[in-house]
């Protein structure tokens, strides 16, 4: 790493319409290593500011053409990867990540900046329909209509904790806003403000370079609860992009309700992702699959919104296996740093709810301090399962459930009960078909991405990508918040009838 790395501190300051803005108040970053930071705090001030500006800029941004909109995305992956050593530097201090871990993600932030470049100088996105006029139709005539999608407007932005990049400053849901032509409003998390800080630099300095508006990008750092009320009740936003928890995506969802102009609130707020192993594939490879389980489980220690924290297998001694081997690849992966000391306590708080259950059997528990955590194993029951709610509430971490059935019918029954999920897998050999025609109809229902024989860690970027599914997994089961697709969210539907051509959008003559 270049040695000039060690020497770079942030500025601390908020990024409003090209101008780096301090405020009165600060806080202090809490890295996993290195020294801590001084920010400025977010004001309710501060987001007026930038939505203001974020609207004026719409009017120009909002009615570039493609072309130059692609450019300036690919401009982002540029800007983004020119300062490839100091993201990989302060990210890495403040999450805890590896350093591998941060560069894949920074490829994968530039990698769909780019994607949704290609994606919208080729046009599909648009949607476009014409019905030509038919003056001579009896017993009225059809007037000529044209449709297209149209940007809405200025959208903000949270920052999720997880993914310092590609959830975060210039992650999926603000790649998508730009790409449809829409100024993005970022409110940073506070876990990584060094990161956003220099992400910020990046989008500013691409700006420059594309000649943009300076309103159509501004993050605003760090600030309390106030800061994000105001940010999705200002009159200006016209939809929000969220990763996070239930709790807080709740919250936030209920208040775009409530304003007096109902805005979408795009809201990805975590799963179980229920993994199910029919008898066949347990039988031939069962030790293999729990094997694999563990290592999906205790991926980035646990901290992935496509964690598959449950496993449904039929009792019997070849799913004691499968739960030995998961057990014993569990009991060999060491403590792991979590993101912030926070989602580690929060970690130790869904532990303590399972070890407080008498018809939850611990199988592997582990004790975690500090800002570390190591996995735990737990395994239940069908009946107990179905009767507890909190059993199927998300534990952000390595935490793993096993849940027994007697047999197909009672699996198929602990799928419907299963709430909204953003995955669902089955592990299948060929005689387990049947069972597999039988489940699939009941998955479709609850989750918005369906596996078989694989595990959910690791989202592809792509056009055929579905991340999002019913609640609570996310908040609109009509949308994604990864790959092309995720653009649509932030463009609506005009009609034009009997425009001459001198009127009509440029996509549209």
């Excluded at 290592?295 to 039929?314: E, K, Y």
């Amino acid at each position: 790493m270049n040695a000039d790395i060690g020497k770079f501190r942030p500025h601390g300051k908020h990024l409003i319409a090209g101008e780096w803005l301090g405020s009165e108040g600060s806080f202090h970053s809490e890295p996993a290593s290195g020294d801590a930071f001084e920010y400025s705090v977010g004001t309710p001030q501060l987001v007026d500011r930038a939505c203001e500006a974020a609207e004026e800029a719409f009017w120009t941004y909002g009615y570039v053409n493609r072309s130059e909109r692609a450019d300036f995305l690919d401009a982002i992956a540029d800007e983004i990867e020119a300062r490839a050593d100091q993201i990989t530097w302060i990210g890495s201090a403040e999450t805890g990540l590896p350093e591998a871990r941060l560069q894949g993600e920074r490829g994968r932030t530039t990698g769909q900046l780019r994607l949704f470049a290609s994606h919208i100088r080729k046009g599909d996105y648009l949607d476009r329909r014409h019905d030509q006029a038919m003056p001579d139709r009896q017993p009225l005539p059809r007037p000529d209509l044209r449709m297209i999608q149209r940007p809405i407007g200025p959208v903000a932005v949270f920052g999720a904790s997880n993914f310092p990049l590609a959830f975060s400053t210039a992650g999926g849901d603000t790649a998508a806003a730009l790409a449809a032509g829409c100024p993005v409003v970022v409110k940073g998390h506070s876990a990584h403000p060094g990161t956003g800080e220099i992400v910020a630099e990046a989008i500013h300095a691409a700006i420059e370079k594309a000649g943009m508006p300076k309103g159509v990008f501004s993050l605003i750092q760090g600030g309390k609860r106030d800061v994000g009320q105001a940010l999705v009740q200002h009159p200006l936003i016209k939809a929000v992009g969220f990763t996070g928890s239930l709790g807080g995506g709740r919250a936030l969802f209920d208040l775009c309700a409530a304003r007096p102009e109902p805005i979408p609130f795009f809201g990805e707020l975590g799963s179980v992702n229920p993994m199910f192993i029919l008898p066949n594939a347990v039988k031939s490879r069962g030790a293999e699959i729990g094997a694999g389980w563990a290592g999906s489980l205790a991926m980035g220690a646990g901290q992935f919104c496509t964690n598959p924290g449950i496993v449904v297998l039929q009792r019997g001694p070849e799913g004691d296996a499968l739960v030995e081997a998961a057990k014993a690849a569990l009991s060999d992966i060491s403590p792991q740093t979590m993101l912030t000391g926070g989602i580690a306590a929060a970690y130790r708080d869904g532990k303590a709810r399972f070890d407080a259950r008498n018809a939850v059997h611990p199988v592997l528990t582990t004790e975690s301090g500090g800002r570390s955590a190591s996995p735990n194993l737990y395994e239940t029951d069908a009946e107990v399962y179905l009767q507890d709610d909190s059993l199927g509430q998300e534990v952000f971490g390595p935490l793993g459930l096993v849940v027994r059935v007697n047999d197909i019918d009672e699996m198929l029954r602990l799928a419907k009960g299963f709430e909204g999920q953003l995955t669902a897998t089955i592990h299948m050999d060929d005689g387990d078909t049947d069972a597999g025609r039988r489940l699939l109809p009941i998955l479709e229902r609850k989750a918005g991405r369906l596996l078989v024989n694989g595990f959910p860690t690791g989202v592809e970027v792509a056009d055929s990508m579905v991340h999002g599914g019913p609640y609570p997994a996310s908040t609109n089961f009509g949308a994604t918040s990864v790959g092309t697709l995720s653009i649509r969210r932030f463009l609506r539907p005009v009609c034009y009838q009997n425009l001459p051509h001198a009127l009509l959008p440029e996509d549209l003559v």
